[in-house]
């Protein structure tokens, strides 16, 4: 829907989201909407730089959903920077920026995302105030506002339970 200037109208997003990165091939994953965090972040490990044709680009794993280490994809994107980032808690570390399209809701668009290890942390994602400017509008009382559909594309999958070392 547009507004009278034309622009967009903002989508009203709650704090958390179901969200896709579908040119990683990660159909989804829960995300946490952070406007506290500048940039966004993507629970990665194995990361591994490459170089193609005079072009850098990292291939990495990746366990969409928490708590499910028998869920694991395999990512490759291009390498758009190099960034030190600082996380909450006031550690400082060099990280990989991908430009990736996320698909939240009706919407696609082109966002940046750092490359980290998330193992601890509640969201295997952060979206950041960078990736929502002009164009979400976050609910603080409300989650799943675009819906939990999203959630079902890993339900074909099996829970692995077999003791891991």
């Known amino acids: 829907m547009k507004t009278r200037e034309g622009e967009e109208q903002l989508l009203t ?5 179901w969200l896709a990165l579908p040119e990683l091939g990660i159909p989804a994953i829960k995300a946490k909407l952070d406007t506290g965090a500048r940039t966004s972040a993507l629970h990665t490990f ?8 005079g072009q850098l680009k990292v291939r ?11 869920v694991e994809l395999s990512c490759t994107a291009n390498v758009f920077d190099r960034r030190v980032v600082t ?11 991908i430009r990736t399209p996320v698909s939240l809701g009706n919407r696609v668009w082109p966002i940046e995302i750092t490359l ?4 601890t942390m509640m969201f295997r994602m ?3 105030r960078s990736s929502m400017q002009g164009a979400l509008l976050i609910a603080p009382n409300s989650s799943y506002l675009t819906g939990r559909l999203l959630a079902k594309s890993y339900k074909t999958l099996k829970k692995d339970t077999r003791r891991r070392s």
């Open 46 to 53: 194995a990361i591994e730089p490459f170089e193609t044709e």
């Open 126 to 128: 952060l979206l950041g």
């Open 13 to 17: 997003v709650g704090w958390r989201e």
């Open 116 to 119: 980290t290890n998330r193992d």
């Open 87 to 97: 996380d909450s808690g006031g550690h400082r570390e060099l990280r990989y920026v």
């Open 60 to 70: 990495f794993g990746i366990h969409p959903l928490q708590k499910r280490r028998d």
